[in-house]
T-cell receptor, first 114, second 113 residues
């Protein structure tokens, strides 16, 4: 299996622009997660989906952030408009359902907003 | 709510030294416990896990034992190598309403030759 695939690996954009991050989970996994990693706050869970349905988006910082999962093999995280404080590494992860199942992470998208 | 506390880094050791990275947790119910490793420029990779009390997870020479009485899951390795330099995350999944993991802040490990 190719693992969780994220694109792009790096994104540099100017404040106010729209940013879209993409994720392809491992085939057969029914849970998908978006995390943000910064030096100050570590790893933060932004949102997670189960069977393509958003279950918990309480970690989404504000209305500028939105996430979709139109089908089992694709998800997007969108920031509009972007701000410099959104600069971070964004990880997508997938797993089988259940507390014993580990998460499998993609290599992340490093976002820089200038 | 759930939380994970791990020792602050960076932790710097010489090659072949003994490693311990402490991890304690607070959770409802009976969580599963995990250690993840993150190498530079990569995502987190599962290193080992334990799903019930007294279980020992092990992989690549690393071990951790699920201690319910002390709510701990300390990571150990008998002889570290330069290639073990990475950031290590302790995490739990209590399964209580969210299938996501709760992570500690990570411990940066530096092994010097």
């Amino acid at each position: 299996d190719a693992g969780v695939i994220q694109s792009p690996r790096h994104e540099v954009t100017e404040m106010g622009q729209e940013v879209t991050l993409r994720c392809k989970p491992i085939s057969g996994h029914n849970s998908l997660f978006w995390y943000r990693q910064t030096m100050m706050r570590g790893l933060e869970l932004l949102i997670y989906f189960n069977n393509n349905v958003p279950i918990d988006d309480s970690g989404m910082p504000e209305d500028r952030f939105s996430a979709k999962m139109p089908n089992a093999s694709f998800s997007t995280l969108k920031i509009q408009p972007s701000e410099p404080r959104d600069s971070a590494v964004y990880f997508c992860a997938s797993s089988l359902e259940g507390r014993r199942s580990p998460l499998h992470f993609g290599n992340g998208t490093r976002l820089t907003v200038t | 709510g759930d939380s994970v506390t791990q020792m602050e880094g960076p932790v710097t050791l010489s090659e072949e030294a003994f490693l311990t990275i402490n991890c304690t947790y607070t959770a409802t119910g009976y969580p599963s416990l995990f250690w993840y490793v993150q190498y530079p420029g990569e995502g987190l990779q599962l290193l080992l896990k334990a799903t019930k009390a007294d279980d020992k997870g092990s992989n690549k020479g690393f071990e951790a034992t699920y201690r319910k009485e002390t709510t701990s899951f300390h990571l150990e390795k008998g002889s570290v190598q330069v290639s073990d330099s990475a950031v290590y995350f302790c995490a739990l999944n209590s399964g209580g309403g969210a299938d996501g993991l709760t992570f500690g802040k990570g411990t940066h490990l530096i092994i010097q030759p």
